[in-house]
């Protein structure tokens, strides 16, 4: 099993662009979760996606986040317009269930200069 | 609200040392209870999870982990450490009720050779 996979690894970006960061879980889970990690807040959970649908979006920071969830095996992260205080680490995982252990990717690294 | 704490922020220990890192979580239910692992630069890894039945739970690398309902505790042991355990290491707890999972602050763990 390829395990969670994220594209890109590593964003540099200007003040103000568009930044699409992208996930593919592990088949057959039915559960995605975007986190984003940084110092001074540690691990937050941004939104959590079960079965293609959005269930909880609360943790998205601002209206300049969204994510989309078109099929099974992909989902998205977009960021638009993009700001220096974005730069961060952000996570993708997916379980079997939501209840169940969650299965990490190796994350984007953000940098929004 | 459901919450969980670790302790210590930051540990350090000689090799072979004996470690064990506290999570206490605040939820009066029953819960499914994780470690993570997070090595530096890399993503968190499962290092063992406590669904239900023996208290006393074997993960990889040679932790264990012991919960105590009693004391709504889940601590994280190992008897002797090695340089290689020098990561960040994450107690989160779900309530079987719901999916979310709620983490801990984490505690960064430096083993000195």
């Known amino acids: 099993d390829a395990g969670v996979i994220q594209s890109p690894r590593h964003e540099v970006t200007e003040m103000g662009q568009e930044v699409t960061l992208r996930c593919k879980p592990i088949?057959?889970?039915?559960?995605l979760f975007w986190y984003r990690q940084t110092m001074m807040r540690g691990l937050e959970l941004l939104i959590y996606?079960?079965?293609?649908?959005?269930?909880?979006d609360s943790g998205m920071p601002e209206d300049r986040f969204s994510a989309k969830m078109p099929n099974a095996s992909f989902s998205t992260l977009k960021i638009q317009p993009s700001e220096p205080r974005d730069s961060a680490v952000y996570f993708c995982?997916?379980?079997?269930?939501?209840?169940?252990?969650?299965?990490f990717g190796p994350g984007t690294r953000l940098t929004v200069t | 609200a459901q919450s969980v704490s670790q302790h210590n922020h930051h540990v350090i220990l000689s090799e072979a040392a004996s470690l064990e890192l506290g999570c206490n979580y605040s939820?009066?239910?029953?819960?499914?209870l994780f470690w993570y692992v997070q090595y530096p630069g890399q993503h968190l890894q499962l290092l063992l999870k406590?669904?239900?039945?023996d208290p006393l739970v074997k993960g990889i690398k040679g932790f264990e982990a012991e919960f105590i309902k009693s004391k709504f505790s889940f601590n994280l042991r190992k008897p002797s450490v090695q340089w290689s355990d020098t990561a960040e290491y994450f107690c989160?707890?779900?309530?079987?009720?719901?999916?979310?999972?709620?983490w801990g602050a984490g505690t960064k763990l430096i083993i000195k050779p």
């Open positions: 406590y669904f239900s039945g």
């Open positions: 088949s057959g889970h039915n559960s």
């Open positions: 939820y009066g239910g029953t819960v499914n």
């Open positions: 996606f079960n079965n293609n649908v959005p269930i909880d």
């Open positions: 995982a997916s379980s079997f269930d939501p209840k169940y252990e969650q299965y």
């Open positions: 989160a707890v779900n309530a079987r009720s719901n999916y979310q999972l709620i």
